[in-house]
């Protein structure tokens, strides 16, 4: 069954670093999002992206995040400068059409653990 | 901004029971409901969906909505040990918008 994969599991990184979180969605879709849950908090959802443009975004999705689709596999989220806030699981989730039927269910990757220090 | 509320529990039941998870919200205007299952150290995995009011089965799982009062539950019969999980409300105001969690509620069913 596809799935949508994530690497790494976990980064650690110190405050202050650019760290890139990197996600494979599932081949024949074309709506990519990321969300991140803090720990012990809900999942929230950061940004969707489709066709090379963010679609939606969050209020979290501030000028120290950025979205790209460098190839046709990859889907990446980069945080230009990390704070200590940034510390959570990032899971990515891609669908086949993004809303343009009926339904259209969002697949999420295992997720990444990013550790600021 | 607490969109959507759900109890975090633990729970924890014994084998065969039948187990009733409950989220509630505050915005009308969400027109889709799922309930999402996640396992230790992995993504979030989609059990049902509903589509405004109503209830859906599919198996020993029964989603329900109520619209009215803002209020969505999920049943699971004869609850299983592998049952054993967070299990996650979300909602959207369209198809391919973003969800709206809840914080999970986190279920043990003890054999």
């Known amino acids: 069954e596809p799935e949508v994969t994530q690497t790494p599991s976990h980064q650690v990184t110190q405050m202050g670093q650019e760290v890139i979180l990197r996600c494979v969605p599932i081949?024949?879709?074309?709506?990519f999002y990321w969300y991140r849950q803090i720990l012990g908090q809900k999942v929230e959802f950061l940004v969707s992206f489709y066709n090379n443009e963010i679609s939606e975004k969050s209020e979290i999705f501030d000028d120290q995040f950025s979205v790209e689709r460098p190839d046709g596999s990859n889907f990446t989220l980069k945080i230009r400068s990390t704070k200590l806030e940034d510390s959570a699981m990032y899971f990515c989730?891609?669908?086949?059409?993004?809303?343009?039927?009926?339904?259209?269910?969002?697949?999420f990757g295992p997720g990444t653990r990013l550790t600021v220090l | 901004q607490k969109e959507v509320e759900q109890d975090p529990g633990p729970l924890s039941v014994p084998e065969g029971a039948i187990v009733s998870l409950n989220c509630t919200y505050s915005n009308s205007a969400f027109q889709y409901f799922m309930w999402y299952r996640q396992y230790s150290r992995k993504g979030p995995e989609l059990l049902m969906y509903?589509?405004?009011?109503g209830n859906k089965e599919d198996g020993r799982f029964t989603a329900q909505v109520d619209k009215s009062s803002k209020y969505i539950s999920l049943f699971i019969r004869d609850s299983q040990p592998s049952d054993s999980a967070t299990y996650l409300c979300?909602?959207?105001?369209?198809?391919?918008?973003?969800?709206?969690f809840g914080t999970g509620t986190s279920l043990t069913v003890i054999p």
């Open positions: 979300a909602m959207s105001l369209g198809a391919g918008n973003q969800f709206y």
């Open positions: 081949s024949n879709h074309l709506y």
């Open positions: 509903t589509y405004s009011s």
């Open positions: 989730a891609s669908s086949e059409a993004g809303g343009t039927g009926p339904w259209d269910e969002q697949f």
